[in-house]
């Protein structure tokens, strides 16, 4: 089946109705923060089909993240991966969101964040796509908006992102465009418990998201549809199980397909 | 004389011997899911007048039960609610007023702090008694732009929080 912009749309309409309240997307941010005086844990081990060969390229993103206060947090973030060579690390990166708007009713709410990422990477640039959350040196400003209408939740979020020439000599190739436009839409659906009443109850979580990226220098672009299954343990431990799949690209990604693994633990108020 | 003394000191050492506004009900907008309600619940357990807090999770609402005998501030508990990421869409204050502690027509004094009754609803009676806090950041968009028409028309007490049964 081959993916267009209409199967994007239909499969985030299927995940719409009904949903419950769900919006702890697994590749974006919602502009909900986390809350504050509290930290936050977080793993992202991702598994990346390598074209063109058999390696699997590993990415582990350790993250620290803390609600300074309602409105602003910070992650604290470290690249390692195998991508080069032996397992080992190539980078960090800083992500600050600020959440300026804020519309919250019983059952649905309104909110919007302005965020930016800032990153190093002295990894070996191998391909167009520009990703400053592990792969390039540079940062990233963009703003998100989340609904959630009658327990609806769906967000959606732009972005500006730069790359610059990463470390240890690995310079952004001159031919290739380094600047890009990201875009995301996403939209979530609790499936478990169907009633509340206690926070041991696990919460399963289904997600669907289409993210993309466009290049005004060159005109490329290319489009992600994501698939997650989130499980929510005693109301504070998260597991993220997502599938990345490219629908369309005509630029060189080297590994666009593959599985995301997160581990994700609040400790609330404990600053 | 001396009787008016009596009564006084009487007065002042049954003030805060046991306390009248006893429990709390909030509900809060704007959640999405149970680690949201759980962010809430860990934040108000940890307001030093708050003893304990029963979670409603499904419909947002956390029965909060108070210290004995210790000053109770409504905007702290906002703040608990603001700071763990979401908004206060109604608190209800349950009291058992007494005679004493209602100084003047329509206001009620307890734990600390001045709770005026707004003109359009009933004032402060003695017994046990619900009464909603009505100011900004105690009430939905909705209402508080509701409040602002009628602050309008109607004048409202100052200081102190606004409050209707």
Known sequence: MRWNRWSVAGLLLLAAPRAQAQELFVFSEPASNMPAHSLGLRASNWLMDERNSATINYHLIPELMWGVNKKFMIHTEAFLSNRDKDFSAEGAGLYAKYRFYSKDEVHRHFRMAVFGRLSSNNGDIHQEEIETNGHNTGYELGGIATGLL??????????????????????????????????SLSTGRLILPKHYNSYRQTNLNLMVEAIGQWHPQTGKSFADLTASVQLIFNSQTRLDIAYKKELYSNMLRTAPDGWLLRVEHLLFNVL | MKKLIIAILLCFGTSGAFAQITTAKLTAAGLTCSMCSKSIYTALSKVKFIAS?????????????????????????????????????????????????????????SQGARYNFVPMGSGAQVGEQSFRIIDKGFVTPDEEAEMKRLSTSVTFPEGGYHVKR
């Open chain 1, 150 to 183: 009658h327990k609806q939740a769906i967000s959606l979020t732009v972005s500006y992102e730069r790359a610059l020439d990463n470390f240890k000599g690995h310079e952004f190739p001159v031919f290739q465009a380094d600047r890009a436009i990201n875009y």
């Open chain 2, 53 to 109: 807090v029963d979670a409603d999770v499904e419909s947002s609402v956390f029965t909060i039960h108070f210290k004995e005998g210790a000053d109770i501030n409504p905007s702290r508990i906002r703040k608990a609610v603001e700071d763990a990421g979401f908004s206060v869409a109604a608190l209800w204050m349950n009291a058992n007023i007494r005679q004493t502690d209602i100084p003047a027509a329509q206001v009620y004094l």
